[in-house]
C-alpha cells in the first residue's frame, strides 16, 4: 500500500467471490494535483494551458496532443518511446518531465471515498438498511421528548372543599356556585385558584339548599366578596386526563411554573449533552456514542415513570435529553456520511419522517392511556429491542479513514459492496482529504477561519430561531381549543407536507433561498395571528398550521444545509454546536409560552419575529448544492465553499484525456456525478 500525505487506505480483495472485479479510475483533485505537478499556489488547476501543452506534441514537448486517436505507446523496454506520426525513437531523458503524467502516475490508485460511493452505491440496499434502523432510533426519541404534553398536561381544576364534597347530592354546578368567584376566563367559568373564605364545617343539605334559594342573582351574590386561596388543595377533571404529574403533585397556581419547569429540565439536559457529545461523537466515532446514548435515554425513560417526587422526575428527564441530542445528530451524521453527493440531502430530510411518524403515533398512544405512569412505560420499555440493531449498523467509514484506521473503514466498505452487489477494484487507496491537524482537531476549529467563525455563529441561530418556534408552536397546539389528541395528532400530520416541500426544495433549489422563504413565510404567519379578531378562531389555528408547515420544512433543511457546511473532522462537533444553540430555543419555548396569560398569542407573535430575522440570516452561509463534503478543515487562506465545473467545459474534457479519464467513462459513472467539483472554503 502506497504512502500518501493524504489520510488514505488500501482495500484488497473482491467483495465477491467468483466475481470479476472492476477498476475503479481515481479523481484527482486539484489540490494535490498542483502540489504534485508544481502548479504555482495562485493559478487555478484548470486555467493550465492545454492548446500550448498540445502544441508542444510537435516540438518535442513533454505531453503529446491528447486530441490524436491512437493512444497506443509502444515501450522498449528502455527509455525509449515511439513517435504516434512517423514512428521516430526518441530517448525520454532528452525530453523534460510533464507534470500531468508524473501527477496521474502518483495518484494512479487514490480514489476518494465519494467516488467509491458513486461506484458501489450512494444508497443502496446497504444505506437503507442502515438508514431505516437510524430513523427508528428517532421515532423513539420523539416520543420521549414530546409526551411532556400529555405527562405534564394541567386539565381543568378549581379549589377542593371537602364539606361540601362530601354532600354526593350537590351538583358540580352547585359546589362552584357556593365556593368559588366567577372567572369567564376559565372552563368552568370559576376560579381556579380562588375560593370564598368562608367556614363550611357544620354544613348540612338543608343548609346549601337555603343558600342557594337565597342567592338571587349571580352566584355569591349573598356573599362578601372576601377569598382566599385553595386551603385544601384542588379537585380536577379527570374527563381527559385520569393522572399526570400536575394531578400528582398539584403543580397549579402558585406552582404552576413547575409543570413548564419540567420540560425546561429536559431541555437543559440537552443543553449540558449538546457541550460534549459532539467532541466525543468526533474522538470515539459516531456508533459507539450513539448506541451509548440511546441506551442512557430508553433506560432514562423508564425511570422516569417511577419517579417518587417531582425533583426526582425533573433529574431523570434532564438525563433523558442529555442523551436525545446524540441520538439524533449522530443518527443524522451516520446517515448522511454513508451516502453519497446525491442523496445527501434527500436522506438528511427524509429522516424527518420518522419523528412525524412518532409524532403522530405517540398521539395515537396517549388516546389509548390517559395515566401517565402507564403511558411513560409503554413508551421507553419496549424501546429497548432497538438496541438490536446496533449488531448491524457500522461505524462510519468516513471518520474511520479520517481516524487512519483503514482496515476497519475497509470491511465496511466490503460490506457495502456485498450488499449492494457490486464490486471493487482490488488494489485502490480509499482516502479522505483529512491532514495530521485535522484528525486532532478540537471544537475551537468550528472558528478557525473567518468563514467557519461566520457559518458557526449563524447556523447557531437558525437552529435557535428553529427550535424555539417549532417547539413553541407543538406545546401550544394543543391548548388551542377541542380535541387535544387530536390538536396534537394534526400538528404531526402537518409535518408532511412540510418536509416533502424541504425535500423537493433541497432537490431543485438549493439550501439558501428556501430557507430563507420558509422561515419567513412561519414568522410572518405567526405574527399575523395577534391580529386576527377573537371571534375568527378558525382563522388563528390556520395561520398557526402554516407556521409550523413552515418551520417544519425549515429545520429540514437547516439539518441538511449544517452537516453539508462542516468538513468531517469537525461535522459531528458542527452539529452538537447548532443542536446547542437549538436546545437553548428549545429550553426557552415554554417559558415564552408563560406569556399567553396576557394573550395566547403574544407567545405566537415573538415567536414571529424571532422566525423572520432567521430567514434573512439564513442568506448569508455559501450554497452547498450539488457538492463535495468537504474532509478537511479549509486553512485560512482558501476561499470556500464549492464550485461545479460543467463537465462539458473544454478544459476539463482536455484535462481527463490527459490523465486517461475520456468522456464515456465518465458518463458511465466513474465519478458519479458528471462534472468535477472543486471545493472552496
Known amino acids: ?26 479523481v484527482l483533485d486539484a489540490a494535490s494535483f498542483a502540489a504534485d505537478s508544481e502548479v504555482p499556489p495562485d493559478r487555478n488547476l484548470f486555467e493550465l494551458d492545454f492548446l500550448d501543452l498540445e502544441s508542444s506534441a510537435d516540438g518535442g514537448g513533454g505531453i503529446e496532443n491528447p486530441d490524436f486517436e491512437d493512444d497506443d505507446v509502444e515501450s522498449t523496454g528502455s527509455s525509449e518511446r515511439t513517435d504516434r506520426h512517423d514512428g521516430s525513437k526518441s530517448r525520454s531523458e532528452d525530453l523534460p518531465p510533464s507534470p500531468v503524467t508524473a501527477a496521474a502516475a502518483a495518484a494512479a490508485n487514490k480514489v476518494d471515498f465519494d467516488d467509491v460511493l458513486a461506484t458501489v452505491g450512494e444508497f443502496g440496499r446497504f444505506q437503507g438498511f442502515v438508514f431505516t434502523a437510524l430513523s427508528l432510533g ?13 405527562v405534564a398536561a394541567t386539565p381543568a381544576h378549581w379549589c377542593y372543599v371537602p364539606e361540601l364534597a362530601a354532600m354526593m347530592n350537590l351538583s358540580a354546578d352547585d359546589r362552584f356556585r357556593i365556593s368559588l368567584p366567577v372567572d369567564n376566563a376559565t372552563e368552568t367559568g370559576y376560579s381556579r385558584c380562588e375560593m370564598y ?71 437543559l439536559g440537552q443543553l449540558l449533552g449538546a457541550t460534549f457529545w459532539g467532541a466525543v461523537s468526533d474522538r470515539f466515532g459516531r456508533r459507539r456514542p450513539y448506541y451509548l446514548a440511546m441506551f442512557l435515554m430508553i433506560g432514562f425513560g423508564v425511570l422516569v415513570s417511577v419517579s417518587p417526587n417531582f425533583v426526582v422526575f425533573c433529574l431523570f428527564q434532564a438525563v433523558v435529553g442529555v442523551n436525545t441530542v446524540a441520538c439524533f445528530a449522530s443518527g443524522v451524521t451516520i446517515a448522511v456520511e454513508l451516502s453519497g453527493v446525491t442523496w445527501r440531502g434527500h436522506l438528511a430530510t427524509a429522516i424527518n419522517y420518522f419523528w412525524t411518524f412518532g409524532y403522530m403515533l405517540l398521539a395515537v398512544i396517549a388516546y389509548g392511556i390517559r395515566d401517565w405512569r402507564r403511558l411513560q412505560l409503554v413508551i421507553a420499555a419496549p424501546s429497548f429491542l432497538f438496541l438490536l440493531t446496533a449488531i448491524f449498523v457500522p461505524e462510519s467509514p468516513r471518520w474511520l479513514y479520517s481516524r487512519r484506521r483503514t482496515e476497519e473503514a475497509d470491511g465496511i466498505v466490503r460490506r457495502i459492496v456485498l450488499f449492494n452487489h457490486q464490486t471493487l477494484k482490488d488494489d485502490i487507496d480509499i482516502y479522505v482529504g483529512a491532514s495530521e491537524e485535522d484528525v486532532h482537531s478540537s471544537c475551537g476549529d468550528l472558528c478557525q477561519t473567518n468563514r467557519m467563525r461566520i457559518n458557526t455563529l449563524l447556523l447557531g441561530f437558525i437552529w435557535f430561531a428553529n427550535a424555539l418556534v417549532y417547539y413553541g408552536v407543538s406545546l401550544f397546539m394543543p391548548t388551542m381549543g377541542g380535541n387535544v389528541y387530536l ?52 382563522l388563528s389555528i390556520t395561520l398557526t398550521m402554516l407556521g409550523k408547515l413552515c418551520v417544519t420544512a425549515s429545520w429540514a433543511i437547516a439539518i441538511c444545509f449544517t452537516a453539508e457546511l462542516y468538513p468531517t473532522v469537525v461535522r459531528a462537533k458542527g452539529m452538537f454546536a447548532s443542536t446547542l444553540c437549538g ?4 429550553s426557552l419555548a415554554p417559558m415564552v409560552g408563560l406569556l399567553s396569560v396576557y394573550s395566547p398569542y403574544i407567545p405566537l407573535g415573538a415567536f414571529g419575529v424571532v422566525a423572520v430575522v432567521a430567514g434573512f440570516a439564513s442568506l448569508i452561509p455559501p450554497e452547498t448544492k450539488g457538492t463535495h463534503l468537504l474532509d478537511k478543515i479549509p486553512t485560512a487562506n482558501s476561499s470556500s465553499y464549492i464550485s461545479v465545473i460543467p463537465e462539458d467545459s473544454l478544459t476539463v474534457k482536455k484535462f481527463q484525456k490527459t490523465i486517461g479519464l475520456d468522456r464515456d467513462e465518465t458518463e458511465s459513472g466513474v465519478y458519479g456525478r458528471g462534472d468535477i467539483s472543486v471545493s472552496r472554503l
Open 1 to 26: 500500500m502506497s504512502s500518501s500525505s493524504s489520510t488514505k487506505g488500501g482495500l484488497t480483495g473482491s467483495a465477491e467471490r467468483g466475481r470479476t472485479t472492476e477498476a475503479v479510475l481515481p
Open 138 to 150: 428517532i421515532l423513539i426519541e420523539v416520543m420521549l421528548v414530546l409526551d411532556y404534553v400529555f
Open 197 to 267: 373564605a368562608r367556614n363550611y364545617t357544620g354544613w348540612t343539605g338543608d343548609d346549601v339548599i337555603r343558600w342557594l334559594n337565597a342567592s338571587s342573582s349571580a352566584p355569591g351574590a349573598n356573599d362578601s366578596s372576601a377569598t382566599t386561596t385553595c386551603q385544601s388543595g384542588w379537585s380536577y377533571d379527570t374527563s381527559v386526563y385520569s393522572s399526570t404529574i400536575v394531578t400528582e403533585w398539584d403543580l397549579v397556581c402558585g406552582d404552576s411554573w413547575m409543570a413548564s419547569f419540567a420540560y425546561t429540565a429536559l431541555a
Open 487 to 538: 390538536n396534537f395528532f394534526l400538528s404531526g400530520v402537518v409535518e408532511l407536507p412540510g418536509y416533502a416541500i424541504a425535500q423537493l426544495s433541497i432537490t431543485y433549489l438549493g439550501r439558501r433561498w428556501p430557507l430563507c422563504v420558509t422561515l419567513t413565510v412561519a414568522g410572518v404567519a405567526l405574527v399575523c395571528t395577534m391580529v386576527v379578531p377573537s371571534d375568527l378562531g378558525w
Open 583 to 586: 436546545n437553548v430555543g428549545n
